[in-house]
């Protein structure tokens, strides 16, 4: 029987089925021996450890949620809860996933004909294509619903890309990035699988990044890029796609960042009981045991919030401000908690071998992507008030 986390101090995890939970046991298992012994190292040199792309196929991590190549039926919660746990032990590898299997797997089964589906899903389930998400560009992040300048013009049954991406994670090793343009003829978003080989498609490497390091990030130039009309995602016919593919990740994200949390709590826990200062462990000091005490807190309030998110959207009834609070608030308790697990640690809080430092900078990353947490509380001002008051 798997156990719980320690840190799940409410047992929620006990609400999985055993199927889930023996998987979620896998997961942990893998990671715990595979992926936490490396994690920092890569991190330092800012490479993606790719020898563990396989065995997370073999673990059932990339299309989880979708029925063509699922391993088992399974939940939203559950999902939720396998995010967690590789946010927990690397972020860079969880965010990995999150863009194979969240965005570009999910573009492709939410926007994707049946035949397209057949044709890419398995081979990503297994790992043998890598996908990339090519949304937001340079000019155009938190206003990519309406901002877009990358245009999709078509000629005959070819359509002629041209514009530019910005932050596409794995594009520097992706096979296939789903590309999504304005069509210039009726201005709508369409989303295009651009295999990386096609002429005029260049990914360059973001470098010198503070956080996410394995995690490689390209900027992308599409300079007439041919496609033919196959490969565009035949129901995507419109931003309201794209929208529906990020309100299945974004509560995920949410999951992610409380194992990152999780991650540093654990470090800061372990670090307090041997740490000596005035003569006994800093655990047994009132204040260090308040910052303890406080993170775990933000932890068990926001697998409370997501929890209840994701048994919505297993439910059918979890709306797009569902998922931004929960991204919204997840994130803002993360960023606080590392802050307050780096201070336990004092000075060696900022060196990576302690084991809070990593979870400390790659938080600023999901704080960001996703929607930032402007652009989620404005989701949810929209559904309280009534009132858009993005523009
Ligand atoms: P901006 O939109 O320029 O925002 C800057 C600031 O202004 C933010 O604080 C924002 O909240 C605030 N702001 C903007 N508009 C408003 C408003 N109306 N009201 C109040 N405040 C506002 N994108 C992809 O397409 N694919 C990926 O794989 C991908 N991976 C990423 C990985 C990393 C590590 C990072 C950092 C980003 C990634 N992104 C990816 C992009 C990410 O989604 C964007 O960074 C994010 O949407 C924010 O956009 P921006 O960075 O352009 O910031």
């Known amino acids: 029987d798997t156990p719980l986390l320690e840190s799940d101090f409410y047992r929620f995890q006990e609400g999985l089925t055993p199927r889930e939970r023996e998987s979620l046991g896998q997961l942990r298992a893998y990671l715990e021996a595979e992926v936490r012994p ?4 890569y991190w330092a040199r800012a ?8 065995p997370l196929a073999e673990l059932g991590m990339y299309g989880p949620s979708i029925p063509l190549v699922r391993h088992f039926e399974n939940s939203a919660v559950f999902r939720g809860w396998a995010a967690l746990e590789l946010g927990r032990i690397d972020a860079g590898v969880s965010t990995f996933i999150g863009v194979q299997s969240g965005l570009a797997m999910n573009s492709i089964a939410v926007g994707g004909s049946d035949e397209q589906q057949q044709e890419w899903l398995p081979r990503m389930a297994r790992g043998e294509v890598v996908g990339a998400f090519g949304l ?3 000019l155009s992040g938190s206003d990519s619903a309406r901002g877009l300048r990358t245009t999709a013009r078509r000629e005959g049954e070819t359509w002629v890309l041209d514009g530019e991406k910005r932050w596409i994670g794995n594009a520097t090793f992706a096979d296939v990035v789903v590309i999504w343009a304005k069509d210039v003829a009726d201005e709508q978003v369409k989303g295009f699988l651009v295999t990386t080989d096609t002429p005029g498609f260049t990914a360059t490497k973001i ?3 503070i956080a996410l390091r394995t995690v490689q990030n390209a900027d992308i130039v599409l300079d007439g890029v041919r496609v033919p009309e196959s490969r565009r995602l035949q129901r995507a016919d419109s931003f309201r796609t794209t929208a529906a593919v990020l309100r299945l990740t974004r509560t995920e994200v949410a999951w992610q960042a409380i194992g990152i949390a999780i991650g540093a709590y654990e470090a800061a826990l372990d670090y307090a009981r041997e740490r000596i ?3 006994k462990p800093i655990a047994a000091h009132q204040m260090v045991q308040d910052l303890l005490v406080r993170s775990l807190m933000n932890i068990t309030a926001s697998i409370a919030l997501c929890t209840q998110a994701s048994a919505m959207q297993d439910q059918g009834i979890g709306g797009d401000e569902h998922s931004a609070m929960a991204k919204a608030f997840a994130t803002a308790k993360m960023r606080e908690t590392v802050g307050w697990c780096r201070e336990v640690q004092g000075g060696n809080g900022i060196v990576l071998d302690k084991g809070v430092a990593r979870f400390f900078s790659d938080a ?6 996703e ?3 402007e652009v989620n509380t404005l989701i949810v001002g929209r559904a309280i008030t009534g009132q858009a008051a993005f523009v």
């Open 38 to 41: 490396i994690a920092d190292q």
């Open 47 to 54: 490479e993606f450890p790719t020898q563990t792309i396989a």
């Open 136 to 138: 937001t560009e340079p």
């Open 207 to 209: 470098e010198d990044k």
């Open 277 to 279: 200062q005035f003569g």
């Open 364 to 369: 600023e990353a999901i704080y960001s992507y």
């Open 371 to 373: 929607g930032t947490r």
